[in-house]
C-alpha cells in the first residue's frame, strides 16, 4: 500500500508510522485539555470587563456631552413640582411670588445684558475674518433671514391674537385690560414696511441699542369759524389725518445687525491695515462667548424658578 506523491514513494510501513503520531496527538492528557479550556474561559472573562468598562465610559461620556440638556430637563420637572407645592398651601402671597421669581429674572437680566455684546462682537468678528465676496453674500443672507422671521412672527401673532383672543373671556369672569390707544394700532401694511426700512439706519448707535421708531396714524380735528364774529358766524369742521413718528421701548436689531455687517465688510477690504482692529473683535467675541457659557450653566437654576 503506497502513496504516490511525485518522484518519491510513501511505503506502507512509513504510512504506518504517520497513524501512529496522529493517534498520539489525538490522546492528549486530560490536564492539557483542561488547561486549555481555563485559559480560554479567563480570555472571555477578560473580554466581558472590556466590553463592560467600555460601556461605563460610554454612557458617561454620553451623560458629559448631554449635561445641559439633563439638567433643564430636571430643572423643568423640578419647577413644575415645586410651583405645585407652594400652591397646596393657599394662594401665594405677592411677596411670595416676587422672592420665587427673582432668581430667573436675574437670568433674563444676564441673558439681556449680552445680546448687544453677542451680536455686535460676534457679526463683526464673523464677517471681518472672510473675503469680501463671502462677506456680501453673508451679509444679504443675514437681513434676509432676520427680515424673513420678522414677517413670519408678525403672521403668527396676528393669527393667534385673532383665534385666542388674549384678555376677552366669556361668562360671569371679569378681567382688567389695559386701555390702549387706538392710533397705536391704526397703522398701515405700508406705514410697518417703512418702519422696517427707517430702523435699518438708526440716527443714533447707542439709542438703537433700547429703542426702535415706529409710525403713528393720528387724526387731527380742526374747526373753521366763518362768519367774522357776526351773529350768522358758522363753523365748519374738518378731520385730517397726519403721521408721526415716534420713539419706543425695544431694542433695534436690525439696525444694530445692518451696521455691524457694513463695519465687517469694511474691515475685511482693508486687510492688513484693519488688523489690529480685527484681533479686537475676535478677542472680544471669545471673551463674550465665555461668559455666555457661564451664563448658560446658572440657566437650569433660572428656568428652574421661572416655571415655579
Known amino acids: 500500500f503506497t502513496f504516490g506523491m511525485g518522484d518519491s514513494i510513501v511505503s506502507e510501513s512509513d504510512h504506518a508510522v504517520l497513524l501512529k503520531s ?8 486530560a490536564a492539557d485539555a483542561s488547561s486549555a479550556e481555563e485559559e480560554s474561559d479567563n480570555k472571555d472573562e477578560d473580554s466581558a470587563l472590556v ?6 465610559e460610554g454612557i458617561a461620556r454620553k451623560i458629559k456631552e448631554n449635561l445641559m440638556v439633563i439638567l433643564i430637563i430636571s430643572a423643568a420637572v423640578v419647577g413644575v413640582i415645586v410651583g405645585l407645592a407652594i400652591r397646596s398651601g393657599g394662594r401665594p402671597s405677592t411677596r411670595t411670588i416676587m422672592l420665587v421669581d427673582f432668581p430667573g429674572e436675574l437670568l433674563l437680566r444676564m441673558l439681556q445684558m449680552l445680546i448687544i455684546p453677542l451680536i455686535v462682537s460676534s457679526l463683526i468678528a464673523g464677517i471681518a475674518q472672510l473675503d469680501v ?17 420678522t414677517v413670519l412672527a408678525s403672521i403668527l401673532g396676528i393669527i393667534l391674537v385673532l383665534s385666542i383672543r388674549p384678555g376677552y373671556r366669556t361668562g360671569s369672569g371679569c378681567i382688567q385690560i389695559e386701555k390702549r390707544d387706538d392710533s397705536l394700532d391704526n397703522v ?6 417703512l ?3 427707517r430702523n435699518m439706519f438708526p440716527k443714533n448707535l447707542v439709542e438703537a441699542c433700547f429703542r426702535q421708531e415706529r409710525t403713528r396714524r393720528v387724526n387731527k380735528t380742526f374747526v373753521d369759524h366763518c362768519g367774522g364774529g357776526r351773529s350768522n358766524e358758522t363753523a365748519n369742521t374738518s378731520v385730517q389725518m ?8 425695544g431694542m433695534n436689531v436690525l439696525g444694530l445687525v445692518v451696521f455691524c455687517i457694513a463695519f465687517g465688510l469694511m474691515i475685511s477690504k482693508m486687510k492688513d491695515e484693519a488688523r489690529p482692529l480685527r484681533l479686537f473683535f475676535v478677542a472680544l467675541n471669545e471673551a463674550i462667548m465665555r461668559l455666555v457659557g457661564i451664563v448658560i450653566w ?8 421661572l416655571i415655579a
Open 22 to 29: 496522529v493517534r498520539h496527538t489525538d490522546d492528549l492528557p
Open 51 to 56: 466590553r463592560k468598562k467600555c460601556s461605563k
Open 195 to 197: 418702519d422696517v426700512l
Open 133 to 149: 465676496s463671502s462677506s456680501r453674500r453673508l451679509g444679504i443672507q443675514a437681513i434676509a433671514y432676520y427680515m424673513t422671521t
Open 298 to 305: 446658572y440657566s437650569p437654576l433660572g428656568i428652574l424658578f
Open 242 to 249: 397726519s403721521f408721526t413718528t415716534e420713539k419706543e421701548d
Open 188 to 193: 398701515a401694511v405700508l406705514d410697518s414696511l
